[in-house]
T-cell receptor, first 109, second 114 residues
Framework: GQNIDQPTEMTATEGAIVQINCTYQ??????LFWYQQHAGEAPTFLSY??LDGLEEKGRFSSFLSRSKGYSYLLLKELQMKDSASYLC??????????WGAGTKLIIKP | DVKVTQSSRYLVKRTGEKVFLECVQD?????MFWYRQDPGLGLRLIYF???????EKGDIPEGYSVSREKKERFSLILESASTNQTSMYLC?????????????FGEGSRLTVL
């Protein structure tokens, strides 16, 4: 079957760096997405990786290794507003999105 | 500013009632989707549509139906609500052919079935 794994919850300190991992086993691969979802709000798009390597976008970076079935989202200079759930999703060979359960990130002062 | 609007943020219904959840997008997107989001689970696709009057079953279509009479509007219908349909329902849209590209989500409709 198809599976996306990410930690359920993580805690980090304001100003620090945190890495949220996502591992996947899917039928084919057509890209990996990261979304951010604040409590009670809509998920919003953060990043898309289809080739191996690191994509940097301001304080957020996303890394992909297709051979390892692995991605991570790196958040630098953490701010309180980064407290949210982070959703990993993989597009399979049928262009269907397979979603992880999300990682709830708690930022402490 | 792009927007996906869901008609109701919170609904409480009784078992057996018919429920309509409406979603409107103002981005002229071809693709629209209905997901449900439950604690500890990833988003699960109920139905999607790539064009007006077109619909495709997702992973969990049982107990649901959809309607897309206009490009901007995609409705989710629960013909006879049951308690196991208590959930957060998210509508999304995207541009382009097929299920590709960035999804734009609505704020969600939290449905409680008593």
């Amino acid at each position: 079957g198809q599976n996306i794994d990410q930690p359920t919850e993580m805690t980090a300190t304001e100003g620090a760096i945190v890495q949220i991992n996502c591992t996947y086993q899917t039928s084919g691969f057509n890209g990996l997405f990261w979304y951010q979802q604040h409590a009670g709000e809509a998920p919003t798009f953060l990043s898309y990786n289809v080739l191996d390597g690191l994509e940097e976008k301001g304080r957020f970076s996303s890394f992909l290794s297709r051979s390892k079935g692995y991605s991570y989202l790196l958040l630098k200079e953490l701010q309180m507003k980064d407290s949210a759930s982070y959703l990993c999703a993989v597009m399979d060979s049928n262009y269907q999105l397979i979603w992880g359960a999300g990682t709830k990130l708690i930022i402490k002062p | 500013d792009v927007k996906v609007t869901q008609s109701s943020r919170y609904l409480v219904k009784r078992t057996g009632e018919k429920v309509f959840l409406e979603c409107v997008q103002d981005m002229d997107h071809e693709n629209m989707f209905w997901y449900r989001q439950d604690p500890g689970l990833g988003l699960r696709l109920i139905y999607f549509s790539y064009d007006v009057k077109m619909k495709e079953k997702g992973d969990i279509p049982e107990g649901y139906s959809v309607s897309r009479e206009k490009k901007e509007r995609f409705s989710l219908i629960l013909e006879s609500a049951s308690t196991n349909q208590t959930s957060m329902y998210l509508c999304a849209s995207s541009l382009g052919q097929g299920h590709t590209g960035e999804l734009f989500f609505g704020e969600g409709s939290r449905l409680t079935v008593l």
